[in-house]
Structures are given as structure tokens and as C-alpha cells.
């Protein structure tokens, strides 16, 4: 967006993140101090759809909330003609800066606006038509950072604010990947690991480790893109209890396909392979280590007819529900990760699912033994009479 002067007589907006107004320097509407009330509600209507204008139950809907007014019109002026005070507080010239004209509201284009929300559509539409590559790549990162969050993403609520969020999403998730399929093309692979980590901070959870993993596995910075892997698998399944998408594990699949060790004896392969010694109990393991582990034993069972169960421990409050209490989490999942491993045998393996919610492959079992198991798990976890327990659910593969 263009850079905010003194001495500069255009009324700047952002929509992306917060909304904020700034008129020849000064800040009419923080970020910071964002409160949802009629000006800024106004404010957003009356500059988003500037050329478009607005209709007076748009703005009763915003305004008002949908409540019965005595009489509307006078309503909706008093709230314009607060306004109108207020921005010629910050120094904006004394005008009626809100035009009524066949049915709708319209800004004043004496004071031009500009937004944010435009200027990001502006970069897209002449990146879509140029045919330099290079250039086409430098707009399509320029309007990627005017995007500094979803569109009014503090305030969905309101139908038209639903509407542009979703919209703008969309076309914020449609520019990042054509730009990352350009930057793979062109072998620009520092430009595109900055791509992938700033979408990931704008949209958490959604998906975009997968764009910096590419550009780790295309630059060969292998130990980066497993670390990666490994901190969003944490991050996915811990903070959120969902499991990242397919393509991070198709990318993990194809590193470890492309990963070559120098050349080695058998002997010397076995012995690198080998576990420490002096682990006892339960193989504990990563997600994508289990998620490999399962699958191979799932094909394994297939021919030699051994009884395999999956079991889930999960801790439940005194009521019997998912118990969701940081605190309280953070003291007993590692004290249920501790009884499970003791309790299970060496051939059993188990991977830590979530804060609270362990998997357990129960190797060449029986159901009746799952019980048992589960009934020794209690007895190490549960201590001085507390009401906090575990509940299983256990699968055959």
C-alpha cells in the first residue's frame, strides 16, 4: 500500500486484519483501539463500497442491528452527521462527505480514499496480464503483502463483512499458489521459503508449511525441511488435535525417496539402524513414524492373521469429558505417556497424539489382554483417589 505522508490530503484505509483510518498523518481509528461501533461501521460501508454505494438497510443493518427504529432516515443522518464532525476533528476538509443519490449512499470522491483492499486487487489484476514473468512475479509479492490478515478478521458477524472475508481468503489462497508455482519455476527458492512462512503466520493451520517444505526439499536444505516437518506436526496435532494435510506427508515421502547416504557395508547400515540400548517399555515414537509403522504392520497382518489392536487413551474430566484444561494437562499427559510406556511391551508401539490423547499398537493380542493392559495403566496413573481417569477405545486393524 502507498506509504502514509504528512501533507497528504488522501484518507488511508485498511481492511486486512483490523480496520484503521489515517488522514495526513494522524490515526483516526487505531488498530490498536478498534472498537466496533457506528463509526467505524459506517466508516467500513461508506469506503469498501465507495463506487458501488450503499443501501439504507445495508447500513440499518449495521448501524442498528435490525432494531425497530421510530424513524430510520433521522437515524442514519444522526450517525452520518456525528461522523462528519469527528473526521473534520482529524483535519478533513468541511464537506458533506456522505451523498445521497437514487436510493443509496455514496462517499464524496472529493476526498479520495486510499484502500487497502483495492490496491491488493489492483496488483492482482495487472499481475494476471503481464506476461514478463519477472514482473508478473514482482506484483504478485507485492499485493501477497498488502495482505496483512482476512479481511476485517476481528469483526465476522455481519453478513457483508462474512461475504468479503471469505472472498478476499480465497483469492489471497489462489494468489500465494500461483505464486508459488512460479517461484518453483524460476528455482527461486529463498523468495518462495519467505513466501510459505509469512502465509503461515497470516493463516495459521492452513496448510502453508507445505509451500517453505517445497522449497527446503527443491534447495536440498533437507535437515531444515525435516525440522519442519516435525515442528508442524507438533504444532497441528498438539495445539490444534488435527493432523496436517496429505501433501505434507507426500512431500516427507518424496525427501525420503531423494535422500542418499554414501555408500556403506550392510553390517555397518544394521548397526545405525539399531535402537539404543536401554530403553525399556513401549517404542515411543513421532505421528509420521507411527502413521509409517501402522500402515506396514496393517499390510504385515493381512498375511499372518496376528491379532492387532489400535487403542486410544484419553483423559477425561470428572464428568467423562475430554478434559481441555492446559494446566491440568500439562501436569498429567506426561504421567499417562509414562504409565502407558511402562505398562506396554517392547514389541508395542505408541505416539503421543495430542496434549491428553495417546496411540497404542498392541502387538499379537487379545482383546481380554487389551483390558488387562488398560486396567494396569490406570492403576500407575491414577493416585492419591483423584476423580481425573482415562478413558480407551480400542479397534482390531
Known sequence: MSEIRENDDRLYVTFFGSFSMTYNGKTITDKAKNNENQF??????????????????VLLNALFS??????????????????????????LPKLNYFV????????????????????FDDLIAMADKEEDEDYKISLYEEAIYVYQGDFLENQIGLNWITKENWRYRKVFVETVNKLARLLSEKGHYDTME???????????????ETVTMEAYIAAGRFEEAYKLFDDTIEMYLHQQGIKPSNRMFELIDRLGRQFEHTSGSLNEIQDHLKEEEGNRGGYVCSYPVFHGIYQAIARISERSG????????TIVDTKGNVLTKADKLDELSPRLEEAIRST??????????????????????????????????????????????????????
Open 40 to 57: 467505524n461501521y459506517l466508516m467500513q460501508l461508506m469506503t469498501h463500497f465507495r463506487k458501488e454505494g450503499v443501501g439504507k438497510n
Open 66 to 91: 435490525g432494531r425497530d427504529l421510530h424513524n430510520p432516515n433521522h437515524a442514519i443522518h444522526s450517525v452520518m452527521y456525528n461522523a462528519k464532525k469527528r473526521l473534520e476533528s482529524y483535519g
Open 100 to 119: 445521497a443519490r437514487e436510493g443509496k449512499y455514496y462517499w464524496n470522491e472529493k476526498v479520495e480514499v486510499v484502500e487497502d483492499v483495492k490496491v
Open 194 to 208: 519467505r513466501l510459505g512462512l509469512y502465509a503461515s503466520r497470516i493463516q495459521p493451520f492452513s496448510d502453508w
Open 306 to 313: 496376528q491379532m492387532i489392536y489400535l487403542m486410544l487413551c
Open 344 to 397: 506396554i511391551r517392547r514389541s508395542d508401539i505408541m505416539n503421543k497424539y495430542n496434549k491428553g490423547q495417546y496411540l497404542v499398537l498392541l502387538m499379537n493380542t487379545t482383546m481380554e489382554n487389551c483390558r488387562i493392559i488398560q486396567k494396569r495403566i490406570d492403576e500407575k496413573f491414577m493416585i492419591n483417589r483423584q476423580r481425573i481417569s482415562v478413558r480407551y477405545y480400542v479397534n482390531p486393524l
